[in-house]
């Protein structure tokens, strides 16, 4: 019987080969823009995977030829991916090529596996506030992200927040709201609240003695979290801050992500300013589910896949740039936009919003950001 390795190597082959007699024409790197962060997280019993989609701007990645060289995972059709064992932990250096139809390297780019220790942050206590829109509101990676932290050899997981949805599970509080933004959570303020998400303030905006409302995360932990720090805040957010740019337009973009960094910066340093010593951690925006139908289903002819699918490869590009290499400053990068599968991840009627399989990869990704960190967490 045929080994599982060399059906995958001739399922690769055969998908390259079909490819190729469609005529695709090969294009410049500058065009491809291959695009990986400069460390990808694991840790042993988890899957975790990098979808070639999420990693390059085509709009036909099975014209290429993706060649992955690491010592660690096997390389599929469409992604790299590893469950790794204990015997993985620590660092894996990974090089990625991509080849047109006649076989020339058009782009490479390299980063680092890390793989944490299986008992990384066993004994410790870990305070985590989850910060972000409707992906967050949903719950499911927050639900899925308690369970993963319940098994053994893991630190003590305590969500901190005021929103706790019906779809919130035991133990799970964030700040997620549907339909927000960086500046949303930097000024939203609401003088008639209904209890509803849709019409509030901003858990971080409070009327001063002046009258005035105004941005105060200190006031935020005084209050809310009964004067408790997180260890570590995440975002997940640039969605509803990017998605109606003109994705024709690379300087309206630009323009774009330019708004968004300017109320994230007014956010992260608030942040930073109540919580010193917290590890604030940028969520890589996620990628567009694959099939051009979702975007029609939810937004007709206004918005389209491919729009916004270069909408978010330029900002995911410009994330990593603008908050890349800061861990000095306590300030991180979580690659949440590899390990989402553009297919399997989402619903069919759903452009942005994935569904459970596809939250519970973000939850993976944070869990294995969360693992290599633990060890340092330690009080």
């Given amino acids: ?72 995972g096997i390389q599929e059709a469409a992604r790299w991916t590893t469950t790794p064992d204990d015997n993985a932990c620590g660092e894996h250096s990974m090089t990625v090529n991509v080849r047109d139809i006649d076989g020339q390297v058009v782009d490479t780019a390299m980063t680092l596996v890390k793989v944490a220790m299986p008992d990384s942050g066993k004994g410790t206590s870990l305070r985590l506030l989850i910060v972000g829109d409707s992906l967050t509101h949903a719950s499911a990676y927050p639900n899925k992200l308690v369970r993963l932290f319940s098994t053994e050899n893991n630190p003590q997981l305590t969500l901190m927040g005021t929103h706790m949805p019906s779809s919130a599970k035991q133990g799970v509080a964030h700040e997620g709201y549907g339909g927000w933004t960086w500046q949303r959570f930097v000024a939203q303020y609401e003088p008639h609240p209904d209890g509803t998400y849709r019409k509030r303030s901003s858990p971080f905006v409070f009327v001063g003695s002046n009258g005035d409302p105004s941005l105060n995360v200190a006031r935020y932990f005084d209050e809310e979290c009964h004067g408790e720090l997180p260890d570590v805040v995440t975002f997940l957010l640039g969605i509803n801050d990017c ?137």
């Fill in 1 to 72: 019987m045929m080994s599982s390795a060399i059906q995958r190597q001739l399922l690769c082959i055969s998908a390259f080969v079909a490819v190729c007699s469609l005529g695709a024409t090969s294009i410049r790197a500058e065009d491809l823009q291959l695009t990986l962060p400069p460390v990808v997280y694991a840790v042993p019993g988890q899957e975790m995977n990098i979808y070639f989609d999420n990693i390059v701007l085509t709009q036909s990645p099975q014209t290429y030829r993706f060649e992955v060289a690491c010592d660690l």
């Fill in 243 to 379: 998605f109606s740019a003109n994705p024709n337009d690379p300087d309206a973009i630009d323009t774009r992500i330019d708004g968004m960094f300017r109320s994230a910066d007014t956010l992260l340093a608030a942040f930073r300013n109540a919580a010193p010593d917290a590890k604030l951690a940028v969520c890589l925006t996620t990628p567009p589910n694959s099939r051009q139908a979702a975007f029609e289903a939810n937004y007709q002819d206004r918005y389209t896949r491919w729009g916004w699918k270069r909408i978010q490869h330029r900002l995911v590009q410009r994330q990593l740039e603008h908050y890349g290499n800061r861990e000095a400053d306590r300030i991180f990068v979580i690659p949440t936009e590899l390990n989402l599968d553009p297919v399997g991840g989402y619903p069919a009627n759903n452009g942005v919003h994935p569904n459970e399989s596809g939250y519970h990869q973000i939850a993976n990704t944070l869990y294995a950001w969360l693992k290599v960190q633990a060890v340092r967490i330690d009080r």
